[in-house]
Structure formats: structure tokens, C-alpha cells
């Protein structure tokens, strides 16, 4: 069965900082990996995904992740924090058919 | 048109109210989904549309049901609900071969 860990269930930095955002997942086989970000009382938006390819994946408002099949993990990363990304932010694996495996969610903090 | 709408963005209920949710995309999204999110949790599948029809029930109670009337229309009609099915609803849909879900913004429901 799938399953998703995302480590953390809040994380504050330092405006200007460095974001890491932690996700392992379970799966018998490579799964299609997303990070959602969720700000207050509005929808899932998609930061980024992977599906195949390169395991270097670019997204949204300058965030990236990486694909570590070794590691099976997902981590989300931006190199410099701006206040306007805090926000909680969600990964999510499916290995096809409609279901989405949701992690338990990072809220990240952002400090001026 | 590049977004999923959904209707109305706030809804209160009393237990014996019979109330529906609309969700719309023009995208040619040929896969459907409903979601529940209650606060501070990530969003839980309810329903899956493929093509029209009914493809996944997430074992959800009768109180709730789904409606696909074509394809680019979801409803989720509500009727006898409990305090405890207030949540935020969440409507997703994906573009035809892709796994990769577009979220709306939410109806939060609020049942009394």
C-alpha cells in the first residue's frame, strides 16, 4: 500500500532563508509525486509534479524538488523564503486510477 | 478557461436542509473528483467521476450524493447532514491520461 510521511508538521524560517520541506513516501513501485501548497480558507494550488524524466523538477514561485528513488523521497525546496509563502503545503502520491495519497501537511512559517 | 469553479463559496445548513454543490471546469477534464477537508488535515477522496460515470465511492454515507449531469458539470446534493460533516468541500478535476489533479477553491460548509 501507499503511503506518504512528510516530516514536520511545521517548519519556521527566516525570510531569505533557505525552505525544506521534507516528504517519503511507500510505494512497491515509483509513484507520480505532486507538492500542493493550500493558503488560509482557499483550494489545493500545484506547485509542481513528477511523473517520469528528469528527477530534478522546477515549480511554481520558485520552488523545486527532487526525486530520490533511493530515498524514495520527494523534499521540496526554495532557496530564499519570502513572507507570502507561508502557507500549508501538502505531498501527494498516486500510483494511478484517481487516488491521491495526501501526507498529514507542513505549515510553514515565514519570519521577517 | 483554465480553472475549476465551484458554488457557492459558503453554505450553511441546518440537519434537515437539502442543499447542493456545483463544480464546473472547461478544460476538457474528463475526470471528476470530490474531496472533504476538515481543518488542519489534508482533504479525503470522496468521489471519483471518470468520463461521466461513477468510478470510486470512498465508502461515504448516503447523506451525500454525487451527480455528473455532463462533462464539465459536478454536483455533490446533500440532504439530513450532521454538525460533524461540516468541512471544507474540495472539487478537483484532470486533463484525459494524466494523473495530475486541478483543485478549486472550496465550498466550506457549515452545518447546524
Known amino acids: 500500500a501507499q503511503s506518504v510521511t512528510q516530516l514536520g508538521s511545521h517548519v519556521s524560517v527566516s525570510e531569505g532563508a533557505l525552505v525544506l520541506l521534507r516528504c517519503n513516501y511507500s510505494?512497491?513501485?515509483?509513484?507520480?509525486l505532486f507538492w500542493y501548497v493550500q493558503y488560509p480558507n482557499q483550494g489545493l494550488q500545484l506547485l509542481l509534479k513528477?511523473?517520469?524524466?528528469?528527477?530534478l523538477v522546477k515549480g511554481i514561485n520558485g520552488f523545486e524538488a527532487e526525486f530520490k528513488k533511493s530515498e524514495t523521497s520527494f523534499h521540496l525546496t526554495k532557496p530564499s523564503a519570502h513572507m507570502s509563502d507561508a502557507a500549508e503545503y501538502f505531498c501527494?502520491?498516486?500510483?494511478?486510477?484517481?487516488?491521491?495519497?495526501f501526507g498529514q501537511g507542513t505549515e510553514l512559517s515565514v519570519k521577517p | 478557461d483554465t480553472e475549476v469553479t465551484q458554488t457557492p463559496k459558503h453554505l450553511v445548513m441546518g440537519m434537515t436542509n437539502k442543499k447542493s454543490l456545483k463544480c464546473e471546469q472547461h478544460?476538457?477534464?474528463?475526470?471528476m473528483y470530490w474531496y472533504k477537508q476538515k481543518a488542519k488535515k489534508p482533504p479525503e477522496l470522496m468521489f471519483v467521476?471518470?468520463?461521466?460515470?461513477?468510478?470510486i465511492n470512498e465508502s461515504v454515507p448516503s447523506r451525500f450524493s454525487p451527480e455528473c449531469p455532463n462533462s464539465s458539470l459536478l454536483n455533490l446534493h446533500l440532504h439530513a447532514l450532521q454538525p460533524e460533516d461540516s468541512a471544507l468541500y474540495l472539487c478537483?478535476?484532470?486533463?484525459?491520461?494524466?494523473?495530475?489533479?486541478?483543485f478549486g477553491p472550496g465550498t466550506r460548509l457549515l452545518v447546524l
Open positions: 501527494a502520491v498516486t500510483l494511478g486510477g484517481g487516488k491521491l495519497i
Open positions: 467521476y471518470s468520463y461521466e460515470k461513477l468510478s
Open positions: 478537483a478535476s484532470s486533463p484525459p491520461g494524466s494523473e495530475t489533479q486541478y
Open positions: 513528477y511523473t517520469t524524466g528528469a528527477t
Open positions: 478544460m476538457g477534464h474528463r475526470a
Open positions: 510505494s512497491s513501485v515509483p509513484p507520480y
